[in-house]
C-alpha cells in the first residue's frame, strides 16, 4: 500500500471478547485482544501514509463458530461439550447473520471508523469493562452461569 502510493484500509476482525473478559474463552479472548491491540497500533503508523484501519468487534453473530471451535475449559455446571451446544443454541436463537456485520464494516471503512462495536452485547462490554474491570468479570460470571445452569 505504502509502495502504490499510500491510501487504502486494512479491516481486521477481533471480537467483543477482546474488548472483554469472557470465562471459559481464555484463548480465544487473549488473541481477540491481541488483534485489537494490533489493530489501534498499527492504524497509528498506517495513518502516517493515508492508509485507515479499522478492527471489527462483532459479538453474538451466528456463524460456525461455535460448532468448529474447540473449548476446553468447563464450569462446575457442565462440560465443555455440553456448554458448546447450549451456546450453538443460543447463536442460532439470535439469528444475528455475518451479512449484517459486513454492512457496518463497509460503513465503518467508508467513515474510517477505528474500533467498530457491531452488536449490542459488544457495546455493553466494552462500556462496563471500561467502567469498572470488577463488574465486567462479575457480569461475565453471570452470564456463564445462566447458559450452563439450564443444562
Same mark, same amino acid.
Given at each position: 500500500?505504502?509502495?502504490?502510493?499510500?491510501?487504502?484500509?486494512?479491516?481486521?476482525?477481533?471480537?467483543?471478547?477482546?474488548?472483554? $473478559?469472557? $470465562?471459559?474463552?481464555?484463548?480465544?479472548?487473549?488473541?481477540?485482544?491481541?488483534?485489537?491491540?494490533?489493530?489501534?497500533?498499527? %492504524?497509528?503508523?498506517?495513518?502516517?501514509?493515508?492508509?485507515?484501519?479499522?478492527?471489527?468487534? $462483532?459479538?453474538?453473530? &451466528? +456463524?460456525?463458530?461455535?460448532?468448529?471451535? &474447540?473449548?476446553?475449559?468447563?464450569?462446575?455446571?457442565?462440560?465443555?461439550?455440553?456448554?458448546?451446544? &447450549?451456546?450453538?443454541?443460543?447463536?442460532?436463537? %439470535?439469528?444475528? +447473520?455475518?451479512?449484517?456485520?459486513?454492512?457496518?464494516?463497509?460503513?465503518?471503512?467508508?467513515?474510517?471508523?477505528?474500533?467498530?462495536?457491531?452488536? $449490542?452485547?459488544?457495546?455493553?462490554?466494552?462500556?462496563?469493562?471500561?467502567?469498572?474491570? +470488577?463488574?465486567?468479570?462479575?457480569?461475565? &460470571?453471570?452470564?456463564?452461569?445462566?447458559? +450452563?445452569?439450564?443444562?
Amino acid at each position: 500500500m505504502i509502495k502504490q502510493g499510500g491510501g487504502g484500509h486494512i479491516v481486521n476482525t477481533a471480537s467483543g471478547a477482546g474488548l472483554a $473478559p469472557m $470465562p471459559m474463552m481464555s484463548a480465544y479472548c487473549c488473541t481477540k485482544f491481541a488483534v485489537e491491540g494490533f489493530s489501534e497500533t498499527l %492504524r497509528a503508523e498506517a495513518a502516517l501514509n493515508g492508509i485507515g484501519v479499522t478492527s471489527v468487534c $462483532p459479538g453474538i453473530v &451466528k +456463524t460456525n463458530i461455535t460448532v468448529t471451535g &474447540k473449548m476446553f475449559s468447563s464450569t462446575a455446571h457442565t462440560k465443555a461439550d455440553d456448554f458448546i451446544k &447450549k451456546l450453538d443454541a443460543f447463536y442460532v436463537k %439470535r439469528n444475528y +447473520t455475518p451479512d449484517r456485520v459486513a454492512k457496518k464494516v463497509v460503513k465503518a471503512v467508508k467513515r474510517n471508523t477505528a474500533v467498530l462495536l457491531v452488536c $449490542p452485547e459488544t457495546y455493553m462490554g466494552d462500556f462496563t469493562h471500561k467502567l469498572s474491570r +470488577t463488574f465486567s468479570i462479575f457480569q461475565a &460470571k453471570q452470564l456463564v452461569n445462566i447458559l +450452563t445452569k439450564r443444562m
